[in-house]
Nanobody, 116 residues
């Protein structure tokens, strides 16, 4: 399984970006799929993730500003990021688990830079 992420870039504070991630390969099931990020000098953290087909988790810092959607037919997820802040500057990583006991499969990171 490979994850391909798109959509990072440079945006002014208050602006919007949309990240896309598509999985390819043999994917009989998806337990969880979503986005993490690594901000400068911080460890990787969860941003938003679909879990077990029905639950969506958001980091407190993005709830109400970011929205995670998916296209099951394409094994894809999309992260709409609105009202961006400078503290959202990070490398964003797409991740997926096929089963709850698996480790995350990671896509390549995509840089999001928010200028203040």
């Amino acid at each position: 399984v490979q994850l391909q992420a798109y959509g990072g870039g440079l945006v002014q504070a208050g602006g919007s970006l949309r990240l896309s991630c598509a999985a390819s390969g043999s994917i009989p099931s998806v337990y969880a799929m979503g986005w993490y990020r690594e901000r400068p000098r911080r460890s990787r953290e969860l941003v938003a993730v679909f879990i077990n087909g029905s639950n969506t988790e958001y980091a407190d810092s993005v709830r109400g500003r970011f929205s995670l959607t998916r296209d099951n037919a394409k094994n894809a997820v999309y992260l709409q990021m609105d009202s961006l802040k400078s503290e959202d500057t990070a490398v964003y990583y797409c991740a997926m688990k096929q089963h709850w006991f698996d480790k995350n499969i990671w896509g390549q990171g995509t840089q999001v830079t928010v200028s203040s």
